[in-house]
């Protein structure tokens, strides 16, 4: 049984930053590519950042430059360090082992004045 634990969300002010952490349960998480997802209101759920087990990051268009992927294999944790944070970015947030079927549960990202 594998388990995500998403972490670090909350309020933020526009160009503020905030940092998201995922604990996963299980030695499955160090040998695949684990990423963040966000579903906003209204919107269906869309890729924010991937990295692989070998340490490639893949970004949304959206995100690059302003948010950072990265993993600790001995921890199992995947985090996503966001700066610049627009209002766009207001979402539930989700990480999940790619192609597993496995995600957490979410925390919420608000980015308001």
């Known amino acids: 049984q594998v388990q995500l634990v998403e972490s670090g969300g909350g309020w933020v002010q526009p160009g503020g930053s905030l940092r998201l952490s995922c604990a996963a349960s299980?030695?499955?998480?160090?040998?695949?590519?684990v990423g963040w997802y966000r579903q906003a209101p209204g919107k269906q759920r869309e890729l924010v950042a991937t990295i692989t087990s070998g340490g490639s990051r893949n970004y949304a268009d959206s995100v690059k430059g302003r948010f950072t992927i990265s993993r600790d294999g001995a921890k199992s944790t995947v985090n996503l360090q966001m700066n610049s944070l627009k209002p766009e970015d207001t979402a539930v947030y989700y990480c999940?082992?790619?192609?597993?079927?496995?995600w957490g549960q979410g925390t919420q990202v608000t980015v308001s004045s």
């Open positions: 999940t082992i790619v192609s597993t079927g496995y």
């Open positions: 299980g030695s499955f998480f160090s040998i695949r590519t």
